[in-house]
């Protein structure tokens, strides 16, 4: 009986990974770092935002201006 199992079981996991019923990962994986937007992309995105209403001109002016320093 013990004769049978590495084989079988060696069988079985080939057949799962071929057919993609079983993923093997080696290693780590993908790693992502999550950074600070940038000022041009929190400009762009608070433009977006006036644009489409989110935010009145007033608060786009005074958003705008603490990101660019002004305060």
Do not use: H, N, R, W
Request: proline share 1%; net charge positive; charged share 25%.
């Amino acid at each position: 009986m013990k004769k049978l199992f590495v084989p079988t079981a060696l069988a079985l996991s080939a057949t799962l990974l071929l057919t993609g019923c079983l993923v093997l990962k080696i290693g780590g994986g993908d790693k992502k770092e999550v950074g600070k937007a940038t000022i041009g992309q929190q400009l762009t995105d608070l433009k977006t935002a006036k644009d489409a209403g989110a935010i009145t001109d007033a608060e786009y002016e005074t958003q705008k201006a603490k990101l660019l320093g002004g305060k």
